[in-house]
């Protein structure tokens, strides 16, 4: 009789020996739930499975731990019954020691043959899992059976699978570690992926004892197909393999923190590498290495790989088998845009890309060094970009925008934003893209501009041989919101933004039944103005002088029924000299020159630099330029020339006591 044939004996012989009594048990609340508290009975009798009652019931361990031994026992909710379709392996959910979630360490042995761990982790909102099951607070119960021992029971909202092994293996496989894994991959079920080349590089590197190590670690596995590139294995050495393995730390991908990195076994003086994991709105999970610190054979930057099977329990951690190495920069943006175009992160870009022609895919095939900022799956959502898709012509220019004829990563955009906002030209003629840096370090958050939207790097440095991509929220040259919109979120409008504030100038900037074309000063433009008129600076950002800044701001502001692009105003300059642009209380009259692919403004003899043309909105346009349209007459500040509302206020407040008081005498 086998080892679990003899225990099943004797766990009969134990049950059939034990006598009843009348305390309440477990085993009991499990099978029968009309005995539990009444703050808690609704919720019992809602998520426990009658599937989980009559497994436990069929298991004669399971039945016998239950009525007289202590235990932890994580019970999954229907839901989790639901969604599942795989076989229910009861004693891989119970434990025999009783833990409350404060008392649970960070890993439990389960009651399943070779007592494979149950690993508890713990995210930043507290939440406690157990493998990639998150345990429901609100619903653990603690009582003690007829034996006196204390039993737990937790509720989780997935059901816990262990490692499963094929029908026909030969090895009878108990608790492997992850080289055993390795070297067992083809008994095991792993839907079909294969593992012996990244396993035949594992033992030519000599890093078994990597796999080996006792302890709770997170190993990150490429399967067979990442390899079809033939030169690819030959860059798994030593210091890759080490680049896959996060040593001392069990990361299931539900308790995850987003883009969290963790230091992995390849972090050391001359080399510093990182590993994070981020999902997909689709639901898809993905790891990245991210060198920090490279060297002649592992370059600097992020390799992204989706996860194509995630969480498989081994003795010594968790691993997560992935759809190409981590670490190896060894394929053009082209390449990588095919790869992560069939089925992955940006398969709606290279969606687009191919309707369109195909020609822009050529285009970025053609350049030697080139960065793409490419929309994520979820950015194409956007309700305008429907409409435009079948708007060839249109696309095309939206396209041409996302794409930067330079190697342009993170710590280059730094220093193009030492001093200002980077601004770098796209290889759509006469199109740049503005880039910002917030924060300091992985606080950091970078916004890039183009074509009036301001869209959110969110996975930077996904480094090619010839160039970047990084990853952004939205599709730039979509607009998608109002001039006012624009001017309260663009940080580099933002005192134009506030001085509109305080005479509520910028109410009307919402209309939707209006075009605008706003000629607005970027910041560093007003702090110009505090040099060349610094008493009329200070007042203009006084709630006081409101009256003087909605005058000026008003002259910036062209109302129309259709926008007036650059293009559109040079063109207009040279047929008739001066324009004239109608705005709000009278008409704005200035010329437009295009000078070395740039454009001046020339109004009341004063040229002004366009820092930034044809931001679209929905409600119109805005032009940033460097230098509000402003003299030192619109706002006189000296020899009591003004008089603030206070002032006003007071002195209205006099005159009619005065004139009361004559009325009354």
């Known amino acids: 009789?086998?080892?679990?044939?003899?225990?099943?004996?004797?766990?009969?012989?134990?049950?059939?020996?034990?006598?009843?009594?009348?305390?309440?048990?477990?085993?009991?609340?499990?099978?029968?739930?009309?005995?539990?508290?009444?703050?808690?009975?609704?919720?019992?009798?809602?998520?426990?499975?009658?599937?989980?009652?009559?497994?436990?019931?069929?298991?004669?361990?399971?039945?016998?731990?239950?009525?007289?031994?202590?235990?932890?026992?994580?019970?999954?909710?229907?839901?989790?019954?639901?969604?599942?379709?795989?076989?229910?392996?009861?004693?891989?959910?119970?434990?025999?020691?009783?833990?409350?979630?404060?008392?649970?360490?960070?890993?439990?042995?389960?009651?399943?043959?070779?007592?494979?761990?149950?690993?508890?982790?713990?995210?930043?909102?507290?939440?406690?899992?157990?493998?990639?099951?998150?345990?429901?607070?609100?619903?653990?119960?603690?009582?003690?059976?007829?034996?006196?021992?204390?039993?737990?029971?937790?509720?989780?909202?997935?059901?816990?699978?262990?490692?499963?092994?094929?029908?026909?293996?030969?090895?009878?496989?108990?608790?492997?570690?992850?080289?055993?894994?390795?070297?067992?991959?083809?008994?095991?079920?792993?839907?079909?992926?294969?593992?012996?080349?990244?396993?035949?590089?594992?033992?030519?590197?000599?890093?078994?004892?990597?796999?080996?190590?006792?302890?709770?670690?997170?190993?990150?596995?490429?399967?067979?197909?990442?390899?079809?590139?033939?030169?690819?294995?030959?860059?798994?050495?030593?210091?890759?393999?080490?680049?896959?393995?996060?040593?001392?730390?069990?990361?299931?991908?539900?308790?995850?923190?987003?883009?969290?990195?963790?230091?992995?076994?390849?972090?050391?003086?001359?080399?510093?590498?990182?590993?994070?994991?981020?999902?997909?709105?689709?639901?898809?999970?993905?790891?990245?290495?991210?060198?920090?610190?490279?060297?002649?054979?592992?370059?600097?930057?992020?390799?992204?790989?989706?996860?194509?099977?995630?969480?498989?329990?081994?003795?010594?951690?968790?691993?997560?088998?992935?759809?190409?190495?981590?670490?190896?920069?060894?394929?053009?943006?082209?390449?990588?845009?095919?790869?992560?175009?069939?089925?992955?992160?940006?398969?709606?870009?290279?969606?687009?890309?191919?309707?369109?022609?195909?020609?822009?895919?050529?285009?970025?095939?053609?350049?030697?060094?080139?960065?793409?900022?490419?929309?994520?799956?979820?950015?194409?959502?956007?309700?305008?970009?429907?409409?435009?898709?079948?708007?060839?012509?249109?696309m095309r220019e939206i396209l041409n925008m996302h794409i930067i004829r330079d190697r342009l990563n993170v710590d280059k955009i730094r220093q193009k934003n030492a001093n200002m906002i980077a601004q770098v030209p796209t290889v759509n003629n006469n199109t740049f893209l503005y880039f910002n840096v917030k924060g300091e370090g992985t606080d950091a958050v970078i916004t890039v501009e183009g074509g009036g939207v301001n869209a959110t790097i969110i996975q930077a440095d996904v480094a090619q041989t010839n160039g970047y991509v990084h990853i952004i929220d939205r599709v730039l040259g979509v607009p998608h919101t109002t001039v006012l919109g624009k001017l309260e979120s663009d940080p580099m409008m933002s005192d134009t933004y506030k001085m509109g504030q305080f005479s509520h100038f910028n109410d009307q900037l919402n209309n939707t039944q209006r075009r605008f074309t706003y000629f607005v000063p970027r910041d560093k433009g007003w702090q110009k103005t505090e040099l060349d008129y610094p008493s009329a600076h200070k007042k203009l950002f006084m709630p006081d002088f409101s009256y003087h800044s909605k005058s000026i701001l008003e002259r910036h502001l062209a109302i129309a029924d259709h926008v007036f692009t650059m293009k559109d105003l040079v063109q207009y300059s040279e047929q008739a000299g001066n324009v004239v642009l109608p705005t709000f209380r009278d008409s704005l009259q200035l010329r437009v020159e295009e000078e070395a692919g740039r454009y001046v403004i020339i109004w009341n003899y004063k040229k002004i630099n366009v820092y930034r043309p044809d931001v679209e909105c929905t409600n119109g346009i805005i032009h940033v330029i460097d230098y509000p349209l402003l003299e030192e007459k619109d706002v006189v500040v000296s020899g009591g020339s003004y008089l603030t509302e206070s002032s006003i206020c007071i002195i209205l407040a006099n005159l009619i006591m005065i004139t009361v008081a004559k009325i009354l005498n």
């Open 1 to 394: 009789m086998t080892s679990s044939g003899l225990r099943a004996a004797a766990a009969l012989l134990l049950l059939c020996a034990a006598t009843f009594a009348a305390a309440a048990e477990l085993s009991d609340k499990l099978r029968d739930d009309s005995e539990l508290s009444q703050s808690t009975a609704k919720s019992f009798r809602r998520l426990m499975p009658v599937r989980f009652y009559s497994q436990v019931e069929q298991n004669p361990i399971a039945n016998a731990t239950l009525t007289l031994r202590s235990c932890t026992i994580f019970v999954p909710t229907n839901e989790a019954f639901q969604r599942y379709k795989g076989s229910i392996h009861v004693l891989y959910h119970i434990t025999t020691a009783a833990f409350s979630k404060e008392q649970l360490p960070k890993s439990v042995s389960s009651d399943m043959e070779g007592n494979p761990p149950l690993y508890i982790t713990k995210n930043r909102n507290g939440d406690i899992y157990v493998n990639n099951a998150r345990i429901i607070p609100s619903l653990s119960v603690e009582m003690t059976n007829r034996e006196g021992k204390r039993q737990v029971m937790h509720i989780i909202d997935e059901v816990l699978q262990p490692l499963s092994v094929q029908k026909n293996a030969k090895d009878n496989i108990n608790n492997p570690d992850a080289m055993q894994f390795l070297q067992m991959a083809e008994q095991l079920e792993l839907n079909d992926f294969h593992l012996r080349t990244y396993r035949s590089q594992v033992t030519l590197a000599k890093k078994e004892s990597v796999y080996q190590s006792p302890g709770a670690h997170t190993f990150l596995i490429p399967i067979d197909e990442s390899f079809k590139l033939s030169a690819r294995s030959g860059l798994v050495d030593a210091k890759v393999i080490d680049g896959h393995v996060i040593p001392n730390t069990v990361i299931f991908t539900a308790a995850s923190q987003h883009d969290d990195p963790k230091t992995s076994a390849a972090f050391e003086d001359l080399l510093k590498v990182t590993v994070s994991f981020f999902k997909q709105k689709d639901g898809k999970m993905y790891v990245k290495s991210n060198t920090i610190v490279g060297d002649a054979k592992h370059r600097e930057g992020v390799v992204l790989a989706e996860i194509v099977k995630a969480n498989i329990p081994v003795q010594n951690g968790v691993v997560h088998l992935i759809h190409r190495p981590l670490m190896i920069i060894d394929t053009t943006v082209t390449d990588f845009l095919k790869e992560n175009g069939e089925n992955g992160a940006l398969r709606k870009f290279y969606e687009v890309i191919m309707d369109n022609g195909g020609e822009v895919l050529d285009d970025i095939t053609n350049l030697s060094e080139v960065t793409i900022l490419a929309p994520s799956n979820d950015a194409w959502n956007a309700s305008l970009i429907e409409n435009l898709l079948r708007n060839r012509k249109k």
